[in-house]
């Protein structure tokens, strides 16, 4: 079995290690064959994976974070190739769901040595995402934490307070179901797993198998609900707190009186007003 690790050398805090040297030797001790190659630019990783499925690599690995692994499984789409994970970011969302090793010895063993099998993968407008997706809040502070200049969850947490005081929700149409809902929203989010990443639990329900999206809906956010979201997310009760509304879905539309921000993996995209949102059942193979 033949791996490629596709190693994003700007993710995370830790930027001390040397990671290729460390791949190289928990890899060899466990007998793999296999080759690394490091990203370069924005999109690199996703050329570097669709390149190695074709050269015939049975598992593709992400190391990096949650974008990384967005930017390695979109080449991966509709090849025999599998994803892998090392992680190395700051949420780690899908393999935390996937109840992966995080750190980097245990994680290299286990793609050395993986079962297989496939998840869902959502897309909206038409862009892949495999853990969560939104737009809204989560999506504006997406945006702000790209431009903060640090990572890390304490820097996350900075921009999210700060941009808390400012944000105000926007008037939505949801198209999900067969019916219409007329609402506000300060959050829309679009789970195929349960979490964010850090354990900021979203969508606690969330099957990442089970061929529909959760979809949760904050309409408002004052100060008393903010906290119970905070702590939702924090112990993964929000779908039992009532400060979120909560739909599974398979297909949405969204509409917006006023552009919104949206997000695929904890990476801002851009801002729209129109979007569509949609779940290909079992389309990924996974190494885990």
């Given at each position: 079995?033949?791996?490629?690790?596709?190693?994003?050398?700007?993710?995370?805090?830790?930027?001390?290690?040397d990671v290729p040297a460390l791949l190289t030797r928990y890899a060899t001790a466990a007998g793999a064959d296999f080759e690394i190659q490091a990203t370069q630019y924005a999109g690199h990783a996703e050329e570097l994976a669709r390149r190695a499925a074709t050269q015939g690599y049975r598992v593709?690995?992400?190391?990096?974070?949650?974008?990384?692994?967005?930017?390695?499984a979109r080449g991966l789409l509709g090849t025999a190739a599998a994803l892998g994970i090392v992680p190395r970011g700051?949420?780690?969302?899908?393999?935390?769901?996937?109840?992966?090793p995080l750190d980097l010895p245990g994680a290299v063993r286990r793609v050395c040595q993986p079962t297989f099998q496939r998840i869902d993968v959502g897309r909206i407008n038409g862009r892949p995402f495999f853990c969560t997706a939104g737009l809204g809040f989560?999506?504006?502070?997406?945006?702000?934490?790209?431009r903060a200049g640090t990572r890390g969850l304490s820097t996350y947490i900075k921009?999210?307070?700060?941009?808390?005081?400012?944000?105000?929700?926007?008037?939505?149409?949801?198209?999900?179901?067969?019916?219409?809902?007329?609402?506000?929203?300060?959050?829309?989010?679009f789970a195929n797993a349960a979490q964010y990443g850090n354990n900021a639990y979203i969508a606690p329900r969330?099957?990442?198998?089970?061929?529909?999206?959760?979809?949760?809906?904050i309409d408002a956010l004052p100060l008393t609900r903010a906290v119970r979201?905070?702590?939702?997310?924090?112990?993964?009760?929000?779908?039992?707190?009532?400060a979120a509304v909560y739909h599974t879905s398979h297909h949405i539309r969204v509409?917006?009186?006023?552009?919104?921000?949206?997000?695929?993996?904890?990476?801002?995209?851009?801002?729209?007003?129109?979007?569509?949102?949609e779940l290909e059942h079992l389309a990924l193979e996974v190494a885990v």
């Open positions: 079995m033949r791996i490629c690790f596709i190693l994003n050398p700007t993710s995370g805090t830790n930027r001390t290690q593709v690995v992400a190391v990096g974070g949650d974008g990384t692994v967005n930017e390695v700051s949420g780690n969302g899908l393999a935390r769901h996937l109840r992966l989560d999506a504006h502070v997406s945006k702000m934490f790209a921009v999210s307070l700060r941009e808390y005081r400012r944000y105000q929700p926007v008037p939505v149409q949801i198209e999900l179901n067969n019916q219409v809902l007329e609402t506000s929203c300060y959050v829309l989010a969330a099957d990442i198998q089970d061929g529909l999206l959760d979809v949760c809906l979201v905070g702590v939702g997310l924090a112990l993964g009760t929000l779908a039992t707190s009532g509409r917006t009186e006023h552009t919104l921000g949206f997000h695929v993996d904890g990476d801002y995209v851009a801002d729209a007003a129109a979007f569509e949102v």
